[in-house]
């Protein structure tokens, strides 16, 4: 089973009502263009190619701007160049996000959904404490095995953190579930994944597993606090608290917790 291809059918299917728009607004959050910066990255002045397809997404300057453009360019220069980074993940997103794609994105969209937060996730953590963040390990192209595996495995906590958000109001509706199985079924995900994510939904709380995977690790606790709001409507008082709870045990300032909330485009309860 591979954890990427199911992050992006999780995403896909909607954990939320919102999830798409807060994927969107943390595209559009800031200055600059985000499709700009991808198209011009990944070949954005060919006629063919990812690169032009985001151009032409443009339509005239428009679309979707952002935080991200800025920084790409200072995570790139931290990992020795644009290529990198997980460029065609954030582009098979992107495009995903604008009304293309679809099945046949499959892992790509996975991996777009770990390179987001995983910007999101530096670009929050910039300047807290004093400290230049590391470029989490979402936002590159994995060059080894052992880096897919280890992205891999920071997948697999990202969509936990996510089933986890979605039962913090209580159990996850059985309606809700049969709804998400099957939207996974409708994308291709098999047998097993199905009853993998069942299983997972079914499962008591496991916010201390979170905590302690993401101890010592800022980019990963703000990766994996990224990824709870965009699970969950935030809606409710047991969802509010319990992100406000999950912030002080990953260790994240207020600050940088608003930070990401800003960037999602969270509106106050």
Do not use: C, W
């Amino acid at each position: 089973m591979n954890i990427s291809d199911l992050l992006g059918a999780v995403m896909q299917s909607g954990m939320t009502p919102s999830t798409s728009q807060r994927m969107q607004n943390a595209f559009s959050s800031g200055g600059g263009s985000i499709l700009e910066s991808l198209g011009g990255m990944i070949g954005g002045q060919q006629s063919g190619g990812l690169g032009g397809v985001l151009s032409s997404m443009l339509g005239g300057g428009g679309g979707l701007g952002g935080m991200l453009g800025d920084v790409l360019n200072q995570a790139g220069q931290r990992v020795g160049g644009h290529q990198n980074l997980a460029l065609g993940g954030l582009g098979a997103l992107a495009g995903a996000l604008l009304g293309g794609g679809g099945k046949s994105l499959g892992g790509a969209l996975g991996g777009g959904v770990m390179a987001l937060l995983g910007a999101m996730a530096f670009q929050a953590l910039k300047g807290s404490g004093g400290r230049t963040p590391q470029v989490p390990l979402g936002l590159m192209e994995p060059q080894t095995d052992a880096d897919r595996q280890e992205l891999e495995r920071h997948a697999e906590l990202v969509l936990k953190a996510m089933i986890n958000a979605a039962k913090a109001d209580g159990q996850i509706d059985p309606s809700e579930a049969r709804r998400i199985v099957g939207k996974l079924q409708e994308v291709g995900m098999d047998a097993e994944t199905q009853q993998y994510v069942m299983a997972e939904m079914q499962k008591p709380m496991e916010t201390q597993t979170l905590l302690a995977a993401a101890k010592g690790r800022p980019e990963l606790a703000a990766e994996i606090y990224g990824a709870s709001l965009l699970a969950i409507e935030v809606d409710t008082p047991e969802e509010q608290r319990y992100l406000d709870q999950l912030a002080a045990g990953l260790g994240l300032s207020p600050a940088v917790a608003q930070r990401i909330k800003d960037m999602v485009g969270l509106q106050p309860v």
